[in-house]
Structure formats: C-alpha cells, structure tokens
C-alpha cells in the first residue's frame, strides 16, 4: 500500500480492532508510531492523529517519551455539545422567544473575572435574558463576553437573536470547562414562574479559544428540564 494511503480513521478502526480483540491487552505498550505507519502503510502523521482520537475515547495513555500503551482501567467519556436552546424549544413543538432584560459593559465580579482569567478593573460585555417555550420560562441566561476576544459581540442586536445562538453558530471556539449542579430558585423565581425553594438545574459553562476566554455563561433552567447526552 502506498505511504499515505491510509486515512486516519481507518487505522484509528484498526488500533480499537487490536484493542477490543484483545490482541493488545490492557496495560501493554503499542507499537511505536513509524512502526506502526510502517505496517499499515500510511503517514506517521496519520498514524499520531488516530491514536490521538483513541485517546481521546480513554482507550489508551499517551505519555511523552514514553510511548503509548492499552489502558488498564479504560475511562468511558461522555460527549457534550453546547446546545442552541432555540432548537430545544422548536424540538418540542413549542415557539421560540429571547427576552433580552439587560445589556451592559459591567466590572465582573471577582469569580466571573477568575474564570475568564481577566483582571477586575477589564469591563465585560454583561447579558442578560430569558429563554421562552410558547409564553412559558425555559432558562434564564447570565452571561459575560469578553470583547477583546469576540469584538463582534459588540454590535450583535441580541433581541433578534439570544447569545446562546449566536455565539455557537457564529464563534469557533477550541474547549471549554462545565459544571452542572441545582439551586433553588431564590431572586429567579418571578423569571421563572416558580417558587423561591424549587430546586432548578444549572449549568455553568466557560468556553475559551487558546489562551482567550470567550465567554462564561450560567444557564437556570425552569422546573422540568432534563439534559441528554451521548455515551
């Protein structure tokens, strides 16, 4: 087979093959990276972004200098994307709406400035809104933006289209750190139309793009939501 010919995901199919077969068993070494591009025919470069992708999946440890091997004990992750709530609603059946309630450029508080790693005295771009399904709640939006790191953010009209939204379609972005945990109700509860002790899902979210932080979000979602995911 020619050098190259070989596409990563079909030796990435072949390294989970020998994994799965028990052909290379937990805790062994794999073969070196131009060993291995040496056998299937391919590029080491294709060689070094399969393993990456098995990685990534758990399946293996990737240590520098010292090679890769089978892991012992496989960590199964979870894949998570970051939803546009818009399709959530319209997926239901119900109209979508974004009530945008304030928009400023506002010192962080200390942990928003924390997470976006910006000094307190850096003015950020500060949203807040209510997600609708038909004329009921479905999430209350807080959100910061850096605008030194999406300076488009300044001139999006967000009553035509919530943060959420664009930023998803329009922002790449590279990674980011989430947390899910509940919280009653307290000061959202009128937002939400539900009692101050209800106990509602949040998720909290910071998404960056090398060494920027994009935005942070903390998403409150009314009584009833549910969150999906896939293994």
């Known amino acids: ?108 508080p200390k942990a928003i400035a924390a997470k976006m790693a910006v000094a307190e005295e850096q003015r950020l771009l500060h949203i807040t809104g209510l997600h609708m399904a038909g004329d009921r709640p479905y999430a209350y939006e807080d959100r910061w933006i850096d605008l030194r790191a999406v300076p488009s953010a300044a001139t999006v009209d967000f009553t035509r289209i919530s943060p959420n939204e664009w930023l998803v379609l329009s922002i790449p972005f590279e990674g980011g750190d989430i947390a899910f945990s509940a919280a009653s109700a307290g000061g959202l509860a009128a937002a939400l139309n539900c009692p101050k002790d209800a106990a509602l899902f949040v998720v909290e979210r910071v998404t960056w793009r090398g060494a920027e932080r994009l935005t942070t979000v903390r998403l409150t979602f009314a009584p009833g939501y549910s969150l999906q995911t896939i293994l």
């Open 1 to 108: 087979m020619s050098e190259g010919a070989k596409t990563w995901q079909a030796v990435q199919a072949e390294v989970l093959r020998r994994i799965r077969s028990g052909l290379w068993k937990p805790g062994e070494p794999i073969p070196h990276e131009a060993n291995l591009a040496e056998e299937l025919g391919c590029a080491r470069t294709t060689v070094n972004r399969a393993l990456r992708e098995v990685a990534e999946s758990g399946l293996i440890e990737r240590r520098r200098r010292a090679g890769s091997r089978v892991a012992l004990r496989p960590v199964r992750k979870a894949t998570l994307e970051i939803p546009v709530i818009r399709d959530e609603v319209e997926a239901s059946g119900q109209a979508y709406r974004f009530d945008i309630l304030a928009r400023d450029e506002a010192l962080p």
